[in-house]
């Protein structure tokens, strides 16, 4: 069955630094794997996803994502992080083994510091 | 393009009622998902309709159930509501392809309060 981790529950950055979300999935298939952004009292944003094609998946608004299947991650990245960033993140992994259900982590709130 | 537009955006409820969402996919996807969130449990998938058939389903109680119309719109319905039962009730829309390459897109949800 697929599942997925995100490592961290919070997160917290200054303005202007990196950003790191962690995600690790587990899936017997080849899966797809997004990141959404949800803000407070807001649906789902899609941010980015990853379909096998390219490894390193860019993004809206600055973010990206690096699959690394030997590590079975795929942790969300932005060099510079902005105030309107702060919300919260959600990794899903989807696929055959899932019968293309979308299977969400429990998502981790990222706070950033002015 | 117009996006998953969900109604009401709010709802409140007592124990014992039941209620009814409402949710418009994005035109021309042809599959309609729904999701509860709730601090505890997180996101939790509840079903998937396509062509008025449902073709997934989550571990949810029987009086969750839900329908699709001929025009792809969704509803869901819970019956004989419990205090655990309040939640945000997400709506998503995708293509329906059975492949890696299907995207779902969220519309803003259902605010469900029961006291």
């Known amino acids: 069955a697929q599942s997925v981790t995100q490592l961290d529950s919070h997160v917290s950055v200054s303005e202007g630094t990196p950003v790191l979300l962690r995600c690790n999935y587990s899936?017997?298939?080849?899966?797809?794997l997004f990141w959404y952004v949800q803000h407070p009292n807001k649906g789902l944003q899609l941010l980015l996803k990853?379909?096998?094609?390219?490894?390193l998946v860019k993004g809206i608004n600055g973010f990206e994502a690096e699959f690394k299947k030997s590590e079975t991650s795929f942790h969300l990245t932005k060099p510079s992080a902005h105030m309107s960033d702060a919300a919260e993140y959600f990794c899903?992994?989807?696929?055959?083994?899932?019968?293309?259900?979308?299977?969400f982590g429990s998502g981790t709130r990222l706070l950033v510091r002015p | 393009k117009a996006g998953v537009t969900q109604t009401p955006r709010y709802l409140i409820k007592t124990r014992g009622q039941q209620v009814t969402l409402s949710c418009s996919p994005i035109?021309?996807?042809?599959?309609v998902s729904w999701y509860q969130q709730t601090p505890g449990q997180g996101l939790q998938f509840l079903f998937e309709?396509?062509?008025?058939?449902?073709?997934n389903k989550g571990n949810f109680p029987g009086r969750f159930s839900g329908r699709q119309f001929s025009n792809s719109r969704s509803e869901m319905n819970v019956s004989t509501l419990e205090l655990g039962d309040s939640a945000l009730y997400l709506c998503?829309?995708?293509?329906?392809?059975?492949?890696?390459?299907?995207?779902?897109?969220f519309g803003p949800g259902t605010r469900l309060t029961v006291l």
């Open positions: 998503a829309s995708s293509l329906a392809e059975r492949s890696n390459t299907d995207t779902q897109y």
């Open positions: 899936s017997s298939y080849s899966p797809s």
């Open positions: 990853y379909t096998s094609a390219a490894t």
């Open positions: 899903g992994v989807s696929g055959f083994d899932s019968s293309y259900k979308l299977i």
């Open positions: 035109s021309g996807h042809r599959s």
């Open positions: 309709y396509f062509s008025e058939t449902q073709r």
